[in-house]
């Protein structure tokens, strides 16, 4: 049991209070004297936090040990929502055997946190003020504000070291921080950026929230979508306004965090201004519109959405019924049904012979107690894909038919031709599906990259490189899926990138196991 101690102790200096917490019930009972050190600077913060001296704000599950967020209703970790990519909490990890002999005490514990933080910070290793970086969050400790400030302002210290720095800084609420972290939002480096936002979302103030207005025009889209997420949090109506004027943003990533932002803020006058600028707004902004109106937890919402069901444009009608199913109201399962036909036969009247020309809008063809579902739908797209197998002039009439489908207004007639053309082979086929990938509506080039990977043809690898970063979570993770079927050295250097770098923890898993190699014995036995 003793050999467990020195792994223990490290968990005790990680800033989440439940694993602290478990670790530290675990070295009391193995009752090792090399961790009475690290257990009094345990008990100490939490002292800290019965006596009150955290923030008032924090409430009563703060006292018990969780942590601030999870005081009230639960808020989700920085980066859930918005996709964060310079997660650097999460890749430094805490190692005494990393420490060197004067981090010790003579007994042969780890120096009190404090000190440690304090002495880390100024190290020449760049490992060690990481380390540093990472044991302040959490600590509330106004004596550590000033190393910390001074370690976010060095322009000459890594991004890691100084973007933990601003997290830390963040969680004590440090008035004095309040102008570094401004100052912040307008660094060169994009990291340090997108943990300044991070670290103002504690605080509040027309200063703090004017800075973080100018800073919804950074270059880069996490930055923000971080920022957009931090005006949510506060809350001031200041921000309305150029939250708004963020609803068209170009990434999805921005736009979902603007969404929510809006979502916080009290329903009436998020409503009244939505309803004016749909009456007016273009297409994309009315589709922009629609997403923030999930969000909006208010009668007058569900309202605005039952009108937008109904409308002719399938996209918006399609996009309303997501956004009220977000509001659970039992009271609209009948116009979601009826929706939901709709469309359907939108599907079926262009499929039916002499269909509705390219570029209009279907009219109901059939009874609506008649209507098929989806996968029917999709099955009669793979007709056309079983000529495929069929003469030369067969197949260029179904390429033909589907080449005028990928053009049509429906993202579900455009998607249901990229999934049948993964059954042909050929370049006019992958021709296509390269068109599809071009596709504004996510389903559809996530469709279409799954049909590629059917194909197997490495010559295209080079053309996929850009979806390493598409704003869809729901692409990039069809690319990971579609690239283990590769064995070019290309396909595993983008596998590499997105097990590494990509901000879903779902398409980070797909990679890492397309990297990893064939188990012999889960092989398909042979065939006998």
Known sequence: MTAAVPALIEVLY?????????????????????????????????????????????????????????AGESEPAEGARTGNPFNYKELTVFKIDLLPQEYFQPDGSPIPRRELVLKGLKDNDQQLRKMAAK??????????????????????????????????????????????????????????????????????????????????????????????????????????????EAIGDGHEVVRFSVAEALGRFPGQPVLQEIEKRLASADRDMRLALIEVLGKVKDDQAIALLRQALRDPDPDLSFKASLALMEHGSLEVIDELIEAS????????????????????????????????????????????????????????????????????????????????LGDFRGESATRLLLQALQDAHEYVRA???????????????????????????????????????????????????LATKDPSPDVKRVARQNLEPPNPAEADPPAI
């Open 14 to 70: 990680e800033p989440d209070p439940t694993v602290s917490a478990a670790a530290a019930e675990s070295l009391g009972k193995i009752g090792d004297p090399r961790a009475i050190e690290p257990l009094l600077e345990v008990t100490k913060r939490n002292d800290l936090k019965l006596t009150g001296t955290l923030p008032a704000e924090a409430g009563p599950a703060v006292a018990a040990g969780a942590s601030a967020e999870s």
């Open 135 to 244: 044991a302040a969050i959490g600590m509330h400790d106004p004596e550590l504000v000033p190393v910390l400030i001074e370690t976010l302002k060095n322009p000459y210290e890594v991004e890691s070291v100084r973007y933990l720095a601003a997290e830390a800084l963040g969680e004590m609420r440090a008035d004095e921080a309040c102008g570094h972290l401004l100052e912040a939002l307008q660094d060169q480096n994009v990291a340090v950026r997108y943990s300044a936002a991070s670290a103002l979302s504690y605080m509040a103030g027309d200063e703090v929230v004017g800075g973080l207005v100018k800073a919804l025009r950074d270059e880069n889209e996490f930055v923000r979508s971080q920022v957009a997420f931090a005006l949510g949090k506060i809350g001031d109506p200041k921000a309305l306004e150029a939250l708004f």
């Open 341 to 420: 036909r709709r469309l359907d036969q939108e599907l079926m009247a262009w499929l039916a012979p002499g269909g509705t020309p390219e570029g209009e809008t279907a009219s109901a063809a059939q009874p609506v107690g008649a209507t098929p579902g989806l996968e029917e739908i999709n099955a009669q797209f793979k007709a056309y894909s079983t000529l495929s197998a069929q003469s030369e002039a067969d197949q260029a009439q179904a390429l033909e038919k589907l080449a005028v489908a990928l053009r049509h207004d429906s993202p579900n007639v455009r998607g249901c031709a990229a999934n049948a």
């Open 447 to 497: 469709t279409a990259l799954a049909s590629l990977g059917k194909h197997g043809n490495p010559e295209i690898l080079p053309e996929l490189e850009k979806y390493l970063e598409d704003p869809s979570e729901e692409v990039r993770y069809a690319l990971a899926r579609m690239l283990g079927g590769f064995r070019d050295l290309r396909a595993v250097r983008f596998l590499e990138v």
